[in-house]
């Protein structure tokens, strides 16, 4: 690719994504864009993954729409008219806004292909945003900010590679028999400049700010610069930069402070907020405070605080009896997330033990009552849930919430966090249970339930066999519990079942069966 240096290879998982934890766990990939230049880094205080795209039945990030919506309710330049009008922004703002605005329209008229349609999907998004009169002077920094940074990525950079899943999520369990491994791309994050401030291509969507993302690299270099002693990775000068490039790219929404996301997501339009992500922006920038003495710092984290005491789709908070539970997104209100629940009341109670906060300790002992209830709920007994009543954790989010559970842990001692930090750690460990149920017997030509119980999510190779050949084959991805995979006998005879699951951790587990077809 012109224009870029590779320093290293690109890290890859071989499961699905992992969500950005409040604590940098791994070195993370990023581009960074520098005059003609995008040069390939390796971000040790970057978390590994970002937002949201949780179990596979989970929503994924969505593609904007073909065309805007712009036409049922006011333009950019409306929006830019009005807040000038009522001295929102100064007259240089409204100058600097419209240039952008018009300077991304110019580019994408030139462009084609993939650059035209991600650079179009941004400038859809600016105006979408407008038309349901929600561009206020206070999200006009990020919008902006963010539609310069893809106007210079998508009309005269180099693009970086598109992450790319295998489709067969199971060939990593199985190689052999597969030929290939499947792989899942760390996401396409980058930087610009000497901003620290970390764009995510959402392909479909173009360049997003990612929040829980720069608030974990901030929680990361807060962790590796207080450190006994301090890591090689600490560096002040960029978590100053960062921390306040992130409180000049705040949105009031309503009568709160909230870091926003800007694309559509699993049923949702923007902009909507995660209590996960606004959990770890109060605990990064009250430990800036505590590191910098910086009170801007510890305001933006106080005004966040709105997200937690406003129920949806405005804030997070859900009450239930004998407390409240914190929302991973806004707009989902009957969708409870442990992991993201948890390090919501993580937050809470770091920020409220430095600011000596009397209403975030309120609001931490409101949602702690909760997830110490919730936490048990979570358990298998061989695995986590993702969410209550939902499916299992992959890799990446069960090892988030064993980290969680041990972080409250250690801030409570509570026995339920200990006890269920230690359980979900030694669920790593152990290989899947796997039974075969049945049938023993059944008829040519018939459709066929071949049943088995599993003990927590796994894929799984179902073969069957007559004298040395295959007659039938399966290979899924299944949660625990009673599952079955169809099988139409075509013949006759005395038939051997094999089945053999491979958890997370590709430990694998076999069981044998016969089933005579009459």
Request: positive net charge.
């Amino acid at each position: 690719m012109p224009g870029m240096r590779r320093r290293l290879p690109i890290a890859l998982c071989t499961v699905a994504a992992a969500l950005a934890a409040a604590q940098a766990a791994a070195a993370s990939p990023v581009y960074v864009v520098r005059g003609d230049r995008v040069e390939l880094t390796d971000d040790p205080t970057l978390p590994a993954d970002d937002l949201p795209t949780g179990p596979a039945a989970c929503a994924r990030p969505q593609p904007a729409p073909a065309r805007a919506r712009a036409a049922a309710g006011p333009s950019v330049g409306d929006a830019l008219h009005d807040a000038y009008a009522h001295h929102r922004i100064t007259r240089a703002q409204d100058a600097e806004y419209r240039g952008m605005y018009a300077a991304a329209r110019r580019a994408h008229g030139r462009l084609s292909g993939l650059r035209r349609s991600e650079l179009g999907a941004a400038i859809r998004t600016l105006q979408q945003i407008a038309a349901r009169g929600q561009l206020s002077a206070s999200r006009m920094p990020a919008l902006f900010l963010q539609l310069e940074r893809n106007t210079e990525l998508w009309s005269r950079r180099p693009i970086p590679p598109r992450p790319v899943i295998h489709p067969d999520p199971c060939a990593a369990f199985f190689p052999a028999r597969s030929g290939a491994r499947a792989r899942a791309a760390q996401p396409t994050r980058m930087t610009f400049g000497d901003s620290p401030l970390i764009f995510q291509w959402y392909p479909g969507n173009g360049l997003q700010i990612q929040p829980l993302a720069n608030f974990g690299k901030a929680n990361g270099l807060w962790s590796a610069c207080t450190r006994t002693p301090p890591s090689r990775d600490c560096d002040l000068d960029t978590l100053r930069r960062l921390l306040d490039d992130l409180v000049s790219i705040a949105s009031r929404r309503g009568s709160l402070t909230a870091w926003e996301y800007w694309f559509p997501f699993g049923g949702g339009s923007p902009p909507w907020i995660s209590g996960l992500t606004e959990g770890t922006a109060i605990q990064a920038l009250a430990r800036g405070y505590a590191l910098f003495g910086d009170r801007r710092y510890l305001d933006a984290a106080r005004d966040a605080l709105g997200a937690f005491r406003a129920g949806p789709p405005l804030g997070v908070r859900r009450p239930v009896p004998g407390g409240a539970r914190y929302l991973e997104y806004s707009f989902a209100p009957s969708l409870f997330i442990v992991n993201g629940f948890l390090q919501a009341v993580i937050g809470l109670h770091d920020y409220a033990e430095i600011a000596r906060s009397p209403t975030a300790r309120r609001l931490y002992r409101e949602g702690e009552r909760v997830a110490a209830r919730d936490l048990p709920r979570a358990d298998t007994g061989a695995w986590s849930l993702y969410s209550l009543g939902g499916a299992e954790s992959d890799l990446n989010y069960h090892r988030l919430l064993r980290d969680f559970a041990q972080g409250l842990c250690d801030r409570t001692r509570k026995a339920v966090y200990c006890r269920t930090a230690a359980r979900f750690a030694a669920y790593m460990k152990r290989h899947p249970r796997l039974s075969f149920r049945g049938p023993r017997t059944a008829r040519a030509g018939r459709a066929t339930p071949i049943r088995f119980h599993l003990s927590k999510i796994s894929c799984v190779q179902v073969t069957v066999t007559r004298g040395g050949r295959t007659a039938f084959s399966s290979r899924a991805s299944y949660g625990h519990g009673h599952r079955s995979v169809t099988w139409v006998p075509r013949a006759p005879g005395r038939y051997r079942v094999r089945l053999e699951a491979a958890d997370l951790r590709n430990h694998h587990t076999v069981a044998l069966g016969t089933i005579a077809v009459r």
